[in-house]
């Protein structure tokens, strides 16, 4: 019994991943193929322009914002729309924030809790409030696991 429901879980998720892309890629958001966001990260896609990359995976608790709504006070000429740009086979941790006028290059790692605030190169490992390369990764780079095994 507890397997079929975990089955039924696990169904009932990718079914609403779906829509959930579905709406995005509606809103004008880009994203490439084999791309997993959670259902618990949150994309902004009012204002400004997101594009996503293949095969990457976005953590739950992720906010990724392409505008800020108080860019204005600081600058009145600046309303606040902006773009985030985020590469092929890029992880992004958990509870991270991606702000506005971001690229993030390909296969980055960006760490779980992390404030991505300026741009980030092509095959690093970055972490931290606010976000600091703490490793260069050596290319050919390894691609995320299209499957993942079961370590039970």
């Given at each position: 019994m507890k397997?079929?429901?975990?089955k039924m879980v696990h169904?009932?998720?990718n079914l609403?991943?779906?829509f959930q892309m579905s709406f995005l890629r509606a809103s004008g958001a880009k994203i490439g193929k084999n791309t997993m966001i959670s259902l618990g990260a949150k994309i902004?896609?009012?204002?400004?322009?997101?594009?996503i990359g293949d095969h990457c995976l976005i953590t739950h608790g992720c906010y990724i914002l392409s505008h800020d709504g108080?860019?204005?006070v600081i600058d009145p000429s600046d309303n606040g729309t902006g773009f985030v740009t985020i590469g092929d086979h890029v992880f992004i941790?958990?509870?991270s924030?991606?702000?506005r006028n971001v690229t993030i290059g390909n296969h980055a790692i960006i760490g779980a809790g992390s404030v991505v605030n300026k741009d980030i190169p092509e095959g690093v490992i970055a972490v931290g409030n606010p976000i600091k390369i703490i490793k260069q990764l050596e290319p050919p780079y390894r691609p995320l696991p299209k499957k993942h095994t079961n370590v039970s």
């Open positions: 397997v079929i429901i975990r169904y009932l998720g609403l991943r779906f902004d896609v009012r204002r400004g322009k997101i594009t108080a860019a204005h941790g958990v509870n924030v991606v702000m």
